[in-house]
């Protein structure tokens, strides 16, 4: 059998002590508070390949139209 949490008491409300920890198991902790290289957005690489297909099609467009 698993051992029970320690009690808190600070703990008032029990659905927000619920969420917080739901995320903190979810969020796992970086080590020495490094920050990830893209940001905190989600969707950053998403963005970033957007980008990078938009300049390899504005470089690459030209050529292949005159070819």
Same mark, same amino acid.
């Given at each position: 059998m698993g051992r029970r949490p320690t009690e808190d008491p600070r703990v008032t409300d029990l659905r927000r002590?619920?969420?917080a920890r739901e995320q903190a198991r979810r969020r796992p902790p970086r080590p020495d508070g490094q920050t990830p /290289? /893209?940001?905190s957005n989600p969707r950053a690489r998403l963005i970033l390949a957007l980008v990078v297909l938009f300049m390899v099609?504005?470089?690459l467009g030209p050529k292949l139209l005159h070819a």
């Open positions: 002590y619920r969420r /290289l /893209l940001g099609a504005a470089w």
